[in-house]
């Protein structure tokens, strides 16, 4: 069965580094999401993307993440530098189109700023 | 604005029914969606209603009213491994957006 992968799954930097995150989209899925999520809060999307394009990064703090999906496949999300509350889980996820409820999420990189 | 309501937190007795409740507002509505998650691992697709009226995969039935901008989760016969966080999300000008969940216990 086709799943998202993600990678690293955890990843442990200290305040004011750079940190990376990649995510592989399930094969043929137009769209891809970024969402964070606090422990013990629903995900929050941060970037969605349909195709090479970004299509909603409303809720991205721009001065220090930014997100590509450079051949509309796989996609990178980038933090420089990272504060201690970006300590969260970033989760991957795709879809075969924009106008669905179902998302295929992946297992997640597990961030810890110090 | 958007805004999402669901309970925080459920407590059921295995092999019982428990209903999860989620209202929400926003504008360009186009449907409502249910995940699970356990502890550590990642959200997973459950059910999703575009349509009014009750949707039934298996033990779990999703129910949408668009005009009372309400819909639930239904869980039947309850197992242990049912505990977990249940979200909402709604699907709002092509984005979809996830409620705070509802973390449920099942207790034997």
């Known amino acids: 069965e086709a799943e998202v992968a993600q990678s690293p799954r955890y990843k442990i930097t200290e305040k004011s580094q750079a940190v990376a995150f990649w995510c592989d989209p399930i094969?043929?899925?137009?769209?891809l999401y970024w969402y964070r999520q606090i422990l013990g809060q629903g995900p929050e999307l941060l970037v969605q993307?349909?195709?090479?394009?970004?299509?909603?990064d409303s809720q991205l703090p721009k001065d220090r993440f930014s997100a590509e999906r450079l051949k509309g496949v796989d996609s990178t999300l980038k933090i420089q530098p990272a504060e201690l509350g970006d300590s969260a889980m970033y989760l991957c996820?795709?879809?075969?189109?924009?106008?669905?409820?179902?998302?295929?999420f992946g297992e997640g990189s597990r961030l810890t700023v110090l | 604005g958007q805004s999402l309501e669901q309970p925080s937190e459920v407590t059921a007795v295995e092999g019982a029914i428990v209903q999860i409740n989620c209202t929400y507002q926003?504008?360009?509505?186009?449907?409502l969606s249910w995940y699970q998650q356990h502890d550590g691992g990642a959200p997973t697709f459950l059910s999703y209603?575009?349509?009014?009226g009750l949707e039934e995969t298996g033990r779990f039935s999703s129910f949408l009213s668009r005009s009372d901008s309400y819909g639930y989760l239904l869980l039947q016969e309850l197992q242990m491994k049912d505990s977990a966080s249940y979200f909402c999300?709604?699907?709002?000008?092509?984005?979809?957006?996830f409620g705070s969940g509802t973390r449920l216990l099942v207790r034997p």
């Open positions: 996820a795709s879809s075969r189109g924009r106008d669905t409820g179902e998302l295929f």
């Open positions: 094969s043929g899925h137009a769209t």
């Open positions: 993307f349909q195709d090479e394009s970004v299509v909603d």
């Open positions: 926003t504008s360009g509505f186009y449907g």
């Open positions: 209603n575009a349509l009014d």
């Open positions: 999300a709604v699907g709002s000008s092509y984005k979809l957006i």
